[in-house]
């Protein structure tokens, strides 16, 4: 069963980026330099998040407060061998309960363009036009929070 925190110390940090460096940088071939930014610091204004799947850390998301209001969804990753069950969408689902706590109105994020029909399933809508994010892919969603 999937449990999903959000990354309250050190470790969990270390957790979700482990997560986030197996999807992004080895999988993916995103720049290591690009995956990892100011908002990673330990006194950055994000919310990280970490699913675990008994003790073992196998899905990450990040939540940043980008204006009154608004937040911005990202590096939501989940290892290869655990696509397919759930855990992004649990992932998502604490996303959303934190968004809902910290009464904002809009969630957005950039989706790869693959993973946009998994981001539609929950509410998101396409806006604009496909652009190019650390080489790969991405189209700009949206979604109410009450949604």
Known sequence: ????????????????????????????GVDEALEYDEHDEPDADAVHFVAYDDGEPIGAARLRFPNAGVGKVERVAVLASRRGEDVGRDLMDAVHAEARDRDLDILKLHSQTRAAGFYERLGYERRGEEFEEAGIPHVEMRRPVGS
């Open 1 to 28: 069963m999937t449990d999903v925190r959000v990354a309250t110390d050190e470790s969990a940090r270390e957790d979700a980026f482990a997560v986030r460096r197996t999807v992004f940088v080895d999988e993916q």
